[in-house]
């Protein structure tokens, strides 16, 4: 039996003076720059998941209880979504040629 892929939704946020194709185009070049650095549309929700459960672990350590070998492979996990998710954002408002102040993307699965 096969699994259906995980789903998820791109809204572009905080996001005013945009009509809704320019709106439309941002969140269509963040979801794919966002598929391209996690590896494709079947991997994004599973590396957001990661990536959430790594910070919830970490999210009581020091500084240098997270900075430790032990604690590696969350740092991976994180910096693989944190740099996916830059590229995609710098992807998505680069076209625009202005200052979209604290517009952001969220996604919902």
């Given at each position: 039996m096969s699994e259906k892929p995980s789903s998820y939704t791109v809204k572009m946020v905080n996001a005013t003076g945009l009509?809704?194709?320019e709106r439309s185009a941002a969140e269509l070049r963040f979801?794919?720059?966002?598929?391209?650095?996690?590896?494709g549309r079947d991997d994004v929700v599973p590396t957001?998941?990661?990536c959430m459960l790594a910070r919830s672990l970490m999210a009581h350590l020091s500084a240098e209880e997270a900075a430790s070998a032990?604690?590696?492979a969350e740092?991976?996990?994180i910096a693989l979504w944190e740099k996916a998710e830059?590229?995609?954002?710098?992807?998505?408002l680069k076209?625009?040629?202005r200052d979209m102040g604290d517009a952001?993307?969220?996604?919902n699965t």
């Open positions: 009509s809704a194709a979801r794919m720059a966002l598929e391209f650095g996690v590896g957001l998941q990661a032990d604690h590696a740092r991976e996990v830059d590229k995609a954002v710098l992807t998505a076209p625009l040629n952001q993307f969220e996604i």
